[in-house]
Nanobody, 117 residues
């Protein structure tokens, strides 16, 4: 019954911005660390950003200073604000919820982000 549903992907020009959303259901959202990962063609899935249940954040070096992860526990939603987008950011972006202490790990279906002129 746990579901993660991403939205907000699309086509954007280099230098533009997008905000991705991930709506969670069937779980106690506030207890989970949330993350965004991406996978480009021919590459392995890469962790982009993570936010703990306490609000601490981590970012991949490739997006640091450009992307911001946040969460709204009242709405059971995690966001990824993506600014100064580059063609290299083109990928399918996936939402992840994890509770390592319980061995729980869930993934959304992904949303396509394409950065191109």
């Amino acid at each position: 019954q746990v579901q993660l549903v991403e939205s907000g992907g699309g086509l954007v020009q280099p230098g533009g911005s997008l905000r991705l959303s991930c709506a969670a259901s069937g779980m106690t959202f506030s207890r989970y660390a949330m993350a965004w990962a991406r996978q480009a063609p021919g590459k392995q899935r890469e962790l982009v950003a993570r936010i703990t249940s306490g609000g601490s954040t981590n970012y991949a070096d490739s997006v640091k200073g450009r992307f911001t992860i946040s969460r709204d526990n009242a709405k059971n939603t995690v966001y990824l604000q993506m600014n100064s987008l580059k063609p290299e950011d083109t990928a399918v972006y996936y939402c992840n919820a994890g509770d390592r202490s319980r061995g729980l790990d869930y993934w959304g279906q992904g949303t396509q982000v394409t950065v191109s002129s």
